[in-house]
């Protein structure tokens, strides 16, 4: 008798729900979560369990929102489930509890799939996390393979996009399991709908911010800075990007400040400077971050910004003093 597959281990648990379940992604779903939750979804579905996806915050990303209208995805705001209640079970994709980028909904967490680095046990019934893969599309991609399951064409397209995202085309990040997730699914996506996804990146409204942002851009070494002055969460990491592509920039700290605090986008294209290390280290008692070696985030609270200097200045001199080795573990 063949041993179980995670999905048959979910399910098991599933089944034993005293409500409804819910899956929720991080509060700002991008291309990733909304694949991973529209294709984990359609599969326990397969297997008699009815989810709905719930999340908390608006949906910013030009693809993201092209992605719901094509595929007909159905997500709720949080605020407007009615009724979401602690005798719910919750799946959380793409996202862990005691991250800054999820919040903690009156549901029981009863599971995790995620790629991001693993926060430690919470208590879930079911764990599936795993940081060496590049997007959490491709878990649930293999979920599908592993039990015998061919997606239908929306799913399959949905996934190979969020794949595509989230690797940045296969370059970034990228596991073996993504790699081959990404040629299977192929034959089953319409890549025609994913060109004209990927065509759909920004709006009028994008370019205005993004003039004003590369304004700011200062470069030290190999080191770029770059601030944001929008609330859109999507384009921060989107400018930082840009910025990666500069010929003399492999790390890259975007960041944006607001009325609750400074949002940290994060981007290393050098081994020697993990982005998940730098953003830590920049907000060492100040706040919260994490993420991958080559792509993080964080958040420090505007009660903790420096008293004595400009959280700009501050920001560079964090980043900097990590940069050039002196603020880096073991130095």
């Excluded at 940045?168 to 993504?178: A, E, N």
């Excluded at 790390?251 to 400077?273: D, H, M």
Aim: negative net charge; proline residues 5%.
């Amino acid at each position: 008798m063949s041993e179980p597959t995670r999905l048959d281990r979910l399910v098991a648990i599933l089944k034993d729900a005293p409500d409804e379940v819910f899956l929720q992604p991080h509060n700002v779903p991008d291309p990733d979560a909304i694949a991973a939750c529209a294709g984990l979804k359609t599969l326990l579905e397969t297997k008699g369990i009815e989810t709905a996806i719930v999340y908390d915050r608006d949906i910013e990303k030009v693809d993201s929102l092209k992605m719901l209208e094509v595929f007909g995805i159905g997500m709720t705001r949080a605020r407007d489930a009615s009724t979401l209640g602690a005798e719910d079970w919750a799946v959380l994709v793409d996202g862990q509890k005691g991250g800054g980028n999820l919040t903690d909904l009156p549901t029981d967490e009863v599971a995790v799939i995620d790629h991001h680095e693993y926060r430690g046990n919470q208590g879930y019934r079911f764990e599936d996390v795993r940081p060496a893969v590049g997007a959490c599309s491709t878990i649930i991609a293999e979920y599908w393979f592993e039990n015998g399951l061919e997606p239908p064409l929306n799913i399959a397209t949905a996934l190979l996009f969020g794949i595509m995202k989230d690797t940045d085309g296969l370059t970034r990040g990228v596991s073996d399991l993504d790699i081959d997730m990404f040629y299977r699914l192929y034959r089953f996506s319409d890549i025609g709908l994913v060109k004209q996804l990927n065509g759909s990146q920004l709006t009028l409204r994008d370019l205005g911010h993004y003039a004003d942002a590369f304004k700011t851009v200062e470069v030290y070494g190999n080191l770029g800075f770059l601030r944001l002055d929008c609330p859109d969460d999507s384009l921060l990491g989107a400018a930082g990007d840009i910025v990666l592509s500069l010929n003399t920039v492999d790390v890259v700290v975007s960041y944006s400040v607001r009325p609750a605090g400074v949002k940290l986008s994060v981007r290393s294209e050098t081994p020697g400077v993990k982005a998940n290390g730098l953003v830590r280290f920049i907000l060492e008692g100040t706040g919260f971050g994490g993420g991958h070696d080559h792509m993080a985030g964080g958040f420090m609270p505007a009660e903790k910004f420096p008293a004595d200097r400009s959280i700009d200045t501050y920001l560079r001199h964090r980043a900097i003093l990590f940069v050039e080795g002196t603020g880096k573990p073991g130095t």
